[in-house]
């Protein structure tokens, strides 16, 4: 088997295990992955996505909080591809039956004026940040395609950074609020109580400095960067286990907020 054909295959397993809500074995309990082939599967996965019609529509980056890192027991920060099927829209809902495992994590997004997908991420001259034009307080819900939620850092780069589905509150001019965006109080609560708090500076210290992150990663395994892309900087709290019936609220105080809704 060639290398393109083995992260084709692996893949295709994990895209299964999505699409059955079924979850697999750790790919490394199988054998080797180093990171590169783990970013080389993660992006085929990618790939397939597209050729059936859903196309990327930013990045994510994960344990870009020390917490967050610490409770899945891992040490450094991954990128994983947002695609458009992953986007809750407006009212966002997640249907119970159709992830394995949910968990939810409130962030940061940042939105890329439609030039950074034109840049050489390559080139030390330029600077992701300078992209930036948005940023909004988000949602993001990960779901392990790995039994019991446990994964090495190349399965869970393999498993598209546990990426399933995300929602992004309004959108602010990133002029209005860069000056303070460094240090602003997160809030999680479900059915109106709170589950877990944070605060933006638990992410990288600032979560601008996440573009910087999402740049190396992006020119280092050859992500697809498009136009007015949405870039997930990273939870702020470790990420809380998702139940039927229960309205998660994610506030990021002088940002804004956004809610999701797992129905019964
Ligand atoms: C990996 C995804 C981590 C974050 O914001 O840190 C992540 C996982 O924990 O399953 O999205
Ligand atoms: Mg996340």
Not at 142 to 151: A, E, H, P, T
Not at 223 to 241: D, E, F, K, N, Q
Request: proline letters at 5%; zero cysteines.
């Amino acid at each position: 088997m060639t290398v393109e054909e083995r992260s084709t295959t692996l893949a295709s397993e994990l895209a299964k295990a999505e699409r059955t809500v079924h979850p697999i074995a750790q790919l490394t309990l199988a054998g080797d992955l180093s990171l590169a082939e783990a970013y080389a599967v993660q992006l085929a996965g990618v790939a397939q996505r597209a050729d059936q019609g859903d196309p990327v529509v930013g990045l994510k980056l994960g344990f870009t909080s020390r917490e967050k890192a610490r409770q899945m027991g891992v040490h450094d920060v991954i990128l994983g591809v947002l695609t458009g099927a992953m986007d809750l829209g407006g009212q966002p809902r997640i249907v119970r039956g159709q992830l394995i495992h949910p968990r939810i994590e409130p962030e940061v997004t940042f939105r890329l004026g439609p030039g950074a997908a034109e840049v050489d991420l390559a080139d030390p001259r330029v600077s992701l940040l300078d992209h930036v034009t948005h940023v909004a307080a988000a949602v993001e819900v990960i779901d392990s395609r790995y039994r019991d939620f446990r994964f090495s850092l190349e399965d869970v780069v393999a498993d598209n950074t546990s990426a399933a589905r995300f929602a992004v509150g309004t959108w602010v001019p990133i002029d209005e609020v860069r000056h303070r965006i460094s240090s602003l109080p997160v809030s999680l609560r479900a059915n109106g109580e709170v589950i877990a708090e944070g605060n933006t500076a638990a992410i990288l210290g600032d979560p601008l400095a996440t573009l910087v992150a999402v740049q190396r990663l992006a020119a280092e395994h050859g992500h697809p960067l498009p136009a007015s892309a949405v870039v997930l900087a990273g939870a702020a709290t470790p990420a809380v286990v998702m139940t039927p019936g229960v309205t998660y609220d994610v506030e990021v105080t002088g940002l804004g907020g956004v809610s999701v809704r797992v129905e019964e």
